[in-house]
């Protein structure tokens, strides 16, 4: 019975959350000039075990560009994130989620007060949770890798690598490299 629940929910949360996208074309532009100016970048940790294990090449990269990444992950993963990063790791639980396991009004309002010039999403599959969240926010630059309807979230999409995270990491990074 409650996978049939969660299942209803999953399909109210993805219907509500194209919905609010579903008009909103992303602008297409150049991005280069931009990304080269950009410091502050928000970057969504990936759900998944095996991609969080792989995701660390990315930050390392923004690292070595003199960007300022500001990781948003669960409140457990925050002890796997590497010391250097964790002063500027922003958490959130159970509780920052709604019945529809959407991102609540407190935890958006946390995130749109900060002043960041992207977002990057590290989730290779699909998530409706970190769709919502890019969704609400109002940024220039949006990255994040090609899935269903990808092409309402984000200004720049990169190809994953079929269940290897990371070479699709790699490509993420090699991508941003262009910039």
């Known amino acids: ?54 995701c660390f090449q990315v930050l390392k990269f923004l690292e070595e560009t003199k960007k300022n990444p500001f990781i948003f992950t669960h409140d457990f993963r925050v002890s796997l994130i590497p010391l250097k990063y964790r002063p500027h790791v922003i958490e959130f639980n159970v509780g920052d989620t709604n019945r529809l396991n959407l991102a609540s009004k407190k935890l958006t309002d946390k995130l749109t007060k900060q002043k960041y010039h992207a977002v990057i999403d590290l989730n290779i599959k699909d998530n409706i949770f970190f769709s919502h969240l890019i969704s609400i ?19 720049i999409q990169v190809n994953s690598v079929d269940s290897n995270p990371e070479k699709s990491y790699k490509n993420l990074v090699n991508c941003l490299q262009m910039f």
Do not use: C
């Open 1 to 54: 019975m409650n996978n049939i629940v969660d299942t209803v929910k999953k399909k109210i949360a993805e219907f509500i959350v194209n919905k609010s996208v579903r008009g909103r074309k992303i602008n297409s532009q150049s991005f280069s000039h931009f990304y080269r100016k950009s410091f502050n970048i928000l970057v969504f940790m990936p759900e998944d075990e095996n991609e969080f294990n792989h």
């Open 137 to 155: 926010l109002d940024l220039p630059l949006k990255i994040g890798f090609k899935k269903n309807n990808s092409d309402n979230y984000y200004n």
